[in-house]
Each structure stands twice: as C-alpha cells, then as structure tokens.
C-alpha cells in the first residue's frame, strides 16, 4: 500500500509519516520545502529505521502533479496536508492562499478522480466553526463565514471535495483539528520554527529557552474562568494517529458515506494561562509573560465534542496537556542544543 502524504515534511505530516510507517504503509512525501528542510526525513528515518521516498514538488505545477501520478500510479491513499496556514498573513496576501491552498487541492483532485477508487483524507481545520455557538463543538455545529482567507481555504476545500465526491470514485474523510501542539518523544521531529511563532506554544517554548524575552498573552478579559481565550491543545502524535486510524478506515471501506467529517481534539479545553502553568510545571521554569490587548480575530471559546471521532471513528487521544507541552519542551532543548 504506497501512500501519498503531500506536505509530509511539515510539523503534522512528518509525524504521520511515522505512524504510517509504523503501521507498515509504504510511503512518498511531496514537499516543496517553503516551510519545512529536507533534514526531517533524517528525523523520521531515526525514529522508524525507514527513509520515505520524497519527491520536491511544488504543488502549484500542474504538470508536475500530473507527472508525479503517472510515475506513482500505485498511490492507493492520500493525506493532503501541503497548504500554507497562517492566519494573520492570509490576511495580508490572499491569493497567495486561494493559489496554494486551492490549485493544489484541485490538482490532485483531478489526478485521483481518473482511478477508478482512490482515498482521500483532508487536513482541516475547527477554524471552520468560527466562534460556536455551543460548546463543545460537533460536527453538526454551524460552519460560520471564515475570519481569514486561510480558514476560508478550508472552507473551500471542504465544498470542492464533496462536490468531487460525488461524481467520481473519490471516497474522503475531511479531519477538523483543534489545535496541535508538542513533538514526538524521541524529539527527532517537531515543530520547525522559521520566523517568529504565530502560535502559542511554540512563543511559550522559546520564551522558555531564553530565545524570547517575554510572552504576550493576547487578553484576559474574555468571559471566561481566568480571563483568557480557551483552546483544545491536542497532542500531534494523537493527532497523527487518527491520520492512520481514518486512511484505513477508507481502505477497508468502512466509511459510512462517500465523505465523512470529523472533529479531532482531546475534548478538553484549556486557557492560556493553564498551558503556561503546565509549561512551568514540565519544565521547572517560571516563564516571562505579560498581559496585552486581544488579538484580533480570536474566539473566546474552542473546544471539541470527541464522540464521533471516538464512537464512529474508533479513535481517542492519548496524551495530556503536561505530556504534550513536556514533549514541545524536550524538542526545543534539542534544536537549541
Ligand atoms: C491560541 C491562544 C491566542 C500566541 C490557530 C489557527 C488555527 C490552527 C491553530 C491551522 C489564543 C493565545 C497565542 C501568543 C497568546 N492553525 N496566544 N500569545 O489562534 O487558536 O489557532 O492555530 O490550522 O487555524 O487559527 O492558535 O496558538 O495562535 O492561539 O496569548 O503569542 O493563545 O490569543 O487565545 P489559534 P494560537
């Protein structure tokens, strides 16, 4: 069973790319490396023992996708993860988005709709729910007008392949995260920090390793217990693993519809002042932060109802908060070391 898994070198791909190897999948990595280093595969191969194949390939070239499924048309699965993901420059630079995130997705799309079966798993995003109305959130919650031409992608995304779906032999399952964090135990793989972190935790671990002077915690006036934005931090080898769980899911052509959705989180949520009392309980330090204005555009309140995911799904996290922001900690000291 060969499996494609495009941005396989980024922070959730690698680390699926070892739970698939773990599994026995043979797998190809496409990446074009706009954020992520040819150095990742030597991470996954000390972890598993097995280099993948990797092709460089930017997603964009069409006849470069169409080449690369000619040359593996052997490719019985795909994760799609390649897309760029940053909110707040979505904001700034739009089409760089609807280019990346859309072309791509339609390229590929049009290679697997000509295979007679072909399986497909979709990194999504809880981004879609927007601020939800009820808490926790399912997947029956209202899908909102997305706050960021990023979450729009996703949006997008999501409609494109259910329409494709339904006239070809395209079976997907579209996989909503919360919100990812931490690295493998081995610390071989993580999270790759190029530029200033956007998102909390890895600002958490570099404030912590002396790389940053202070966190700013974006607002403790939300309604909440403490006053700060809560979020459902999920481990990414949790996370990982539902890749696999739902991949075979499809193969096995368990699924109940030709596209099925599902939220994936710890079911837990946590505020940021909770994730750095965790932070300073693994790691022994105290962490600098201070106190500023919201950020604009955050929900107040973002956490997962799991009981799809673990009823229908068969899947569960493992892993909690304190195991998850050890492992961010553990990885961070090994790329500063
Ligand atoms: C979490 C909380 C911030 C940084 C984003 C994307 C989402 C997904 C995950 C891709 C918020 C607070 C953060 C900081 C802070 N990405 N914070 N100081 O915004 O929930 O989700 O990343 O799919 O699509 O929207 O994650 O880690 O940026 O923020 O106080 O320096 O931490 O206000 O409450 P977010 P985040």
């Not at 339609?106 to 879609?128: D, G, P």
């Not at 990982?240 to 837990?268: I, P």
Request: charged content about 25%.
């Amino acid at each position: 069973m060969k499996i494609l898994v495009t941005g396989g070198l980024g922070f959730i791909g690698s680390h699926t790319v070892v739970e698939l190897q773990n599994e026995g999948f043979e797998v190809v990595v496409i990446d074009n490396l706009s954020n992520s280093s040819e150095d990742v595969l030597k991470g996954i191969e000390a972890i598993t023992g097995k280099k993948p194949l990797f092709e460089k390939l930017d997603l964009r070239d069409k006849a470069a996708v169409q080449d690369f499924f000619k040359k593996h048309a052997d490719v019985n699965g795909v994760i799609h993860f390649a897309a760029s993901k940053a909110v707040g420059e979505s904001v700034g630079n739009p089409l760089l988005y609807y280019e990346n995130n859309i072309s791509a997705l339609v390229y590929i799309l049009q290679e697997l709709e000509k295979k007679e079966n072909a399986n497909f798993i979709f990194s999504s995003s809880c981004t879609v729910y927007g601020q939800a109305k009820t808490m926790p959130i399912n997947e029956g919650s209202e899908v909102q007008p997305a706050m960021s031409p990023y979450g729009n992608t996703k949006q997008i995304g999501e409609e494109i392949i259910t329409d494709v779906a339904k006239v070809s032999g395209i079976n997907a399952i579209l996989l909503r995260y919360f919100n990812p964090i931490g690295a493998h135990p081995s610390a071989e793989i993580g999270e790759l920090p190029l530029g200033i972190p956007q998102n909390l935790v890895p600002f958490i671990t570099q404030t912590g390793i002396g790389l940053r002077k202070e966190l700013l915690v974006y607002g403790n006036d939300y309604p909440t217990p403490d006053g700060t934005c809560i979020r459902d931090y999920i481990h990414v080898v949790d996370l990982a693993k539902a890749h696999v769980v739902a991949l075979q899911r499809l193969l096995n052509k368990k699924n109940q519809d030709k596209v099925e959705t599902f939220n994936l989180g710890t079911g837990v949520g946590s505020s940021v002042l909770e994730v750095i009392n965790a932070f300073e309980k693994v790691s022994g330090k105290k962490l600098a932060y201070r106190i500023v204005d919201r950020r604009e555009g955050d929900v107040t309140l973002a956490y997962a109802d799991t009981t799809k995911a673990n009823d229908v799904l068969g899947w569960k996290t493992q892993s909690t908060l304190e195991q998850a922001m050890e492992s961010a900690w553990k990885w961070e000291q090994k790329i500063r070391s």
